[in-house]
């Protein structure tokens, strides 16, 4: 047996060769263009959000803006704009753990349990992007109107009360955000629970795993690639939307979204630029730490 | 401790073919059993219906008194080495030889795994990841992880089959020792008739969902049943001819002219048209025209027409004047003649090492496809 110790030791693979210049060049042509257009229309803009953050706050789009430095900018907007902040992170949040509870079944089901109708039930998780975005917000706040059959039905079923409503309450925004993102939950949840070996799920029950237990000790921290990247493109746009707070929320419900949006149009453009920056750095911060914990860097 | 595993009409029907076709099937406890056969003769759903991966369509399986048919898989005390060996990429190799321990709830696993991983020679590579790992010390991780079970039955799913063909060898001489080590009953399926023959005590050897024939290595290989199994378990030479009398305790064949004599214990019919077999390394060639003593089946006239030197032996094509080509093996000892593509040959072999078999089976039937 120790025969098969040497062997393994012996195959490592050698460095390979060093790739000559020309090939190099090659590789940064390649990259140029990508590059070029990520310079122009990613750096700059952040930069110049950067600056604009740092801007005097008491400066207008008539008179303009001077540069000073002005780090006062973060607190006082986290002073005055904290609640909003607070409740995109609490909404975002929600609508993850939603996507999650709902796109989880689903990809499952898709992958595991569709068969011949996988192709088809994947298009239809598709299918709402063949609509804008906006419309079918819109749509839901028809869905959701105070004289919709959806708010007559809840009422007779004596689950919303007499003047009970759906429209412009905190679960009509996480509803619509919900509805809105959870393609972007299945799908990652699709990709990495269809390529999970049948045969390992097998094995779980040949070792006397249940089929709750095989799903918790093997089905589930394989598809944890899944879930990290569901959860992620999911919880960072919908921290930053404020589509569906303005169409089925009240101002009781606002997102900092639709503040730094308000801010922009009005010409603060200082404050909105602080908050656009300390919500970048908030996700960021929480992103990493999230993956952190997670700990899949082995499986992906 | 132990109990026969038993199977009892068990068929197999999947959309639009029967997989496998009322299969009676006892494994004695202990023993090593080799499933053996072409890809698609039902081999392996007869596994997974041990294993409870697949349910039978009709049937009983049973351990000892204790049916175990609707059995969910891990209700089972049968463990599986699977087909690429299924280890979980996201535990190591100490975790997932644990896994059935940790979900019996057994306590103090650790040094059993420890004993465990000790037996397959692993000890080093208990925080390795399967991904790791060389195919046969993955293949080694699949049989500790089935094994620490203790199950009552252990089934592999061509277990070598992933290797190359040194680690193989290396792997069925492992798989030998660790089974009279352990005295657990393993049921090995495999297409690879020479793994079974090293390994298994007995062989099943199945063809289209049924059984063909069961028995030693040494019955199968001596006294085929089948041309299928003449042709699946090495090679056999098919000659047709016809019963045309007994003398004694043999039958007289008449080939092409010709009497030959075959034990009567050694015949699977006693009438009508047969195929006359014999092995190739029981035929032996010699210079037209040697007489030979009585009690010896000889066919005249042969032309050896192809010689191929192997080392040990070298084989040879001889053509009958009917046409036939007959493939004869000769040990390199020394001590015999050798001969070339054109000498005029006779060709002899002892009645007890030839058989009869049916003329309505297929002579081609088993002979494996050139790859």
């Known amino acids: 047996m120790s025969a098969v110790g040497q062997l393994s030791a012996a195959s490592q693979t050698p460095a390979p060769p060093p790739p000559r210049s020309g090939r190099r060049l090659t590789a940064y042509l390649l990259l140029l263009p990508g590059g070029l257009w990520l310079l122009l229309f990613f750096v700059v803009p952040l930069v110049s959000l950067l600056a604009a953050s740092l801007y005097d706050p008491n400066g207008s789009i008539e008179d303009g803006f001077s540069m000073t430095w002005s780090f006062g900018n973060f607190a006082d907007t986290m002073a005055d704009y904290a609640r909003p902040f607070g409740r995109s992170l609490w909404y975002a949040l929600l609508t993850t753990a939603f996507c999650l509870l709902l796109g989880y079944p689903l990809a499952y089901a898709i992958a595991m349990k569709a068969g011949r109708w996988k192709n088809l039930m994947l298009a239809l998780v598709i299918a709402p992007f063949f609509t804008s975005f906006l419309i079918r917000t819109l749509s839901w706040k028809l869905l959701l109107s105070d004289n919709g059959f959806v708010v007559d039905a809840l009422k007779w079923l004596h689950i919303l009360g007499p003047d009970g409503r759906l429209l412009a309450t905190t679960a009509a925004v996480v509803t619509g955000l919900t509805y809105n993102f959870l393609p972007f939950m299945v799908l990652p949840l699709y990709a990495s629970l269809e390529k999970i070996d049948r045969r390992l799920i097998e094995a779980g029950g040949d070792l006397f795993a249940g089929p709750l237990t095989t799903f918790r000790v093997v089905t589930l921290p394989l598809s944890m690639p899944g879930v990290v990247a569901g959860t992620l493109l999911t919880f960072i746009p919908a921290a930053g939307d404020y589509i569906n707070a303005q169409l089925l929320g009240t101002p009781k419900q606002r997102m900092i979204g639709n503040d730094i949006q308000r801010l922009f149009s009005a010409g603060a453009y200082p404050t909105a630029a602080a908050l656009s920056v300390t919500l970048m750095a908030a996700i960021v911060v929480l992103v990493l730490i999230y993956v952190r914990r997670a700990g899949t860097d082995d499986l992906v | ?371």
């Open chain 2, 1 to 371: 401790m132990t109990s026969d595993l038993v199977l009892e009409g068990i068929s197999k029907q999947f959309a639009g073919h029967r997989a496998v076709d009322n299969l009676d099937l006892t494994v004695p406890a202990g023993s090593f059993f080799a499933l053996l056969g072409p890809s698609g003769c039902g081999k392996t759903t007869t596994l997974r219906m041990i294993a409870g991966l697949e349910e039978p369509t009709t049937g009983t399986i049973r351990l000892g008194d204790d049916e175990i048919t609707g059995l969910r898989p891990y209700k089972r005390p049968v463990n599986t080495v699977f087909q690429n060996y299924a280890l979980f990429p996201h535990l190591d190799i100490f975790e997932n030889v644990a896994f059935g321990l940790k979900r019996r709830k057994v306590k103090d696993y650790k040094p059993k795994v420890e004993e465990m991983l000790d037996l397959v020679e692993l000890n080093d590579y208990g925080k390795r990841r399967p991904g790791q790992l060389s195919g046969g010390q993955q293949q080694r991780v699949a049989l500790a992880r089935a094994l620490i079970n203790r199950p009552q039955v252990l089934l592999l799913d061509e277990p070598l089959g992933a290797l190359d063909l040194k680690l193989r060898r290396q792997m069925q001489l492992e798989l030998k020792r660790i089974q009279t080590e352990v005295g657990i009953t393993f049921v090995h399926v495999t297409h690879d008739q020479e793994e079974a023959m090293t390994m298994a005590d007995t062989i099943a050897v199945m063809n289209g969902g049924l059984i063909e024939q069961l028995g030693s290595p040494a019955e199968l290989y001596d006294l085929p049943a089948t041309t299928f199994v003449a042709n699946f378990l090495g090679q056999s030479n098919l000659i047709r001819g016809a019963i045309i009398g007994q003398a004694d305790e043999n039958l007289i064949v008449d080939v092409q002219g010709r009497k030959v004599l075959v034990p009567k214990a050694r015949c699977r019919v006693t009438e009508g048209e047969v195929w006359l077999g014999i092995r190739p390394e029981k035929v032996f060639l010699a210079p037209a025209g040697t007489e030979e003593g009585d009690g010896v089946n000889q066919l005249l006239g042969a032309v050896v027409t192809d010689v191929s030197y192997v080392g040990v032996s070298t084989q040879y094509l001889a053509k009958l004047p009917w046409g036939q080509e007959l493939t004869v093996f000769e040990q390199n000892t020394g001590a015999r003649d050798t001969f070339r593509a054109g000498d005029a040959v006779d060709l002899h072999w002892r009645p007890a090492h030839s058989f009869l078999l049916d003329a309505a089976q297929d002579a081609l039937a088993g002979v494996e496809d050139v790859e």
